[in-house]
Nanobody, 127 residues
Framework: QVQLVESGGGLVQAGGSLRLSCAASGRTFSRFTTGWFRQSPGKEREFVAAISWSGVSTTYADSVKGRFTISRDNAKITVYLQMDSLKPQDTAVYYC????????????????????WGQGTQVTVSS
């Protein structure tokens, strides 16, 4: 069982930066592929980025490519999402999600393929 807790959300002006953290419980988290998703009111949950268990492989949604960076520190069992050049359309609740996929470089953008979810953290970007 893995529990995920997001933090780092808040209010920022357009063009600013935020760093989200996803802290996990459980030593096996280092074997988990981890993703970030976001959801705005009235919209479906949207893929943002994912990182493999090793941290070697990453993938991003086109809407955030070049602005967001996903990384992980397995010693701290934490995954990060560095968000730069933020835009008002980035406003959403951001969720961390994980699935046990050790020794695999496969990265999914579908929320249905993730088994564990955090409670979310609000990011608001003002214009």
């Amino acid at each position: 069982q893995v529990q995920l807790v997001e933090s780092g959300g808040g209010l920022v002006q357009a063009g600013g930066s935020l760093r989200l953290s996803c802290a996990a419980s459980g030593r096996t988290f280092s074997r988990f592929t981890t993703g970030w998703f976001r959801q705005s009111p009235g919209k479906e949950r949207e893929f943002v980025a994912a990182i493999s268990w090793s941290g070697v492989s990453t993938t991003y949604a086109d809407s955030v490519k070049g602005r967001f960076t996903i990384s992980r520190d397995n010693a701290k069992i934490t995954v990060y999402l560095q968000m730069d050049s933020l835009k008002p359309q980035d406003t959403a609740v951001y969720y961390c999600a994980a699935v046990n996929r050790a020794f695999s470089s496969y990265l999914s953008s579908s929320p249905d393929e993730y088994a564990y979810w955090g409670q979310g953290t609000q990011v608001t970007v003002s214009s």
